[in-house]
Each structure stands twice: as C-alpha cells, then as structure tokens.
Nanobody, 125 residues
Framework: QVQLVESGGGLVQAGGSLRLSCAASARTFSSYTMAWFRQAPGKERAFVAAITGSGGSTEYTGSVKGRFTISRDNAKNTVYLQMNSLKPEDTAIYYC??????????????????WGQGTQVTVSS
C-alpha cells in the first residue's frame, strides 16, 4: 500500500502561482508513474499531468501546457506540480495518483492504483 499526501493548495489571484507537492510512502518511489488529476465542482476528475518513474517522460493536458510543470525528486519520494499563470478555470481539488507501471503514462484514472486525499486550489478573478 502506498500513502500519498498532497500539500501546497490555497487561494491565489488570477495570474499567480502555486506549487503542489505530493509525498509518497512507497519504498521504491521510482517504480511508479505519478500523475496529477483535478476535479472541479460538478465535473468529473480529469487528467492534468503525469511523469514516468525515471522522470524521463511527461504529458500534459492541453489547457495547462506551457503553464504547469510536473517534476519529481525520487530521493525525496515527492512529485511536484508547479502552476503558473493560474486562471479561475484552474479552480479544483487537485489529486495525486500513482501507477505501478513506471514506464507508461495513461490519462485514464482507472489506471492508477493509489490516490491522495486532494488539496484545494482556488483562483480568484
């Protein structure tokens, strides 16, 4: 079992920045592809970004490309999501997720084995 704990959410004005962190309890953190999903009120949980176990590959949903950056520090068992130029439509609960298949990235939330509890991000206009 892998425990995931997100932090770094909060309230920010449009155009501002936040950095989310997700700390994992996994003994072999590099064995997992890590992803961020988000869920806005009344909407389904949607893929935001992911990074393979080695950090060699990343993918982003189109609406965040060029504004968000996913990264990981395998020595610290932590994955990050740097969010710049935030927009009100980025408001959501952000969830960290882990997939045992370290070499591939899926956008399907059913492909992820472990989830964090989420952290709220609110962007005011």
């Amino acid at each position: 079992q892998v425990q995931l704990v997100e932090s770094g959410g909060g309230l920010v004005q449009a155009g501002g920045s936040l950095r989310l962190s997700c700390a994992a309890s996994a003994r072999t953190f590099s064995s997992y592809t890590m992803a961020w999903f988000r869920q806005a009120p009344g909407k389904e949980r949607a893929f935001v970004a992911a990074i393979t176990g080695s950090g060699g590959s990343t993918e982003y949903t189109g609406s965040v490309k060029g504004r968000f950056t996913i990264s990981r520090d395998n020595a610290k068992n932590t994955v990050y999501l740097q969010m710049n130029s935030l927009k009100p439509e980025d408001t959501a609960i952000y969830y960290c997720a882990a997939d045992r298949r370290a070499y591939i990235i899926t956008w399907n939330r059913a492909g992820y084995d472990f989830w964090g509890q989420g952290t709220q991000v609110t962007v005011s206009s």
